[in-house]
Nanobody
Framework: QVQLVESGGGFVQAGGSLRLSCAAS????????MGWFRQAPGKEREFVAS????????NYGDSVKGRFTISRDNAKNTVSLQMNSLKPEDTAVYYC?????????????????WGQGTQVTVSS
């Protein structure tokens, strides 16, 4: 099972940017589709973005389209989420997720491994 460790969360004002990174432990990282989900207090875990095994196909949740960008570096076993134009409603714990080959996970039920999560807080 892939071990995932997120970093890069923090506190930012509305309109600002943050970049999240996720490091995977497994050499077969490149065979996994990858994704990011988030969960705000009292809400269900929500799909944010996914990327296929090669990095050529990406998908985004409607609430983040045009503001967030997912990318991966298979040589370094990392996946990243660049978040721009952040809004207070983006405040949540963000989770890195390993999903099925070849596509990334777009539903929580598709996820094979979860990271521990990193907090993102956006103030108004």
């Amino acid at each position: 099972q892939v071990q995932l460790v997120e970093s890069g969360g923090g506190f930012v004002q509305a309109g600002g940017s943050l970049r999240l990174s996720c490091a995977a432990s497994e050499r077969t990282f490149s065979f996994n589709g990858m994704g990011w989900f988030r969960q705000a207090p009292g809400k269900e875990r929500e799909f944010v973005a996914s990327i296929n095994y090669s990095g050529g196909i990406t998908n985004y949740g409607d609430s983040v389209k045009g503001r967030f960008t997912i990318s991966r570096d298979n040589a370094k076993n990392t996946v990243s989420l660049q978040m721009n134009s952040l809004k207070p409603e983006d405040t949540a714990v963000y989770y890195c997720a390993a999903g099925p080959f070849p596509t990334g996970p777009t539903r929580a039920t598709m996820v094979k491994s979860w990271g521990q999560g990193t907090q993102v807080t956006v103030s108004s």
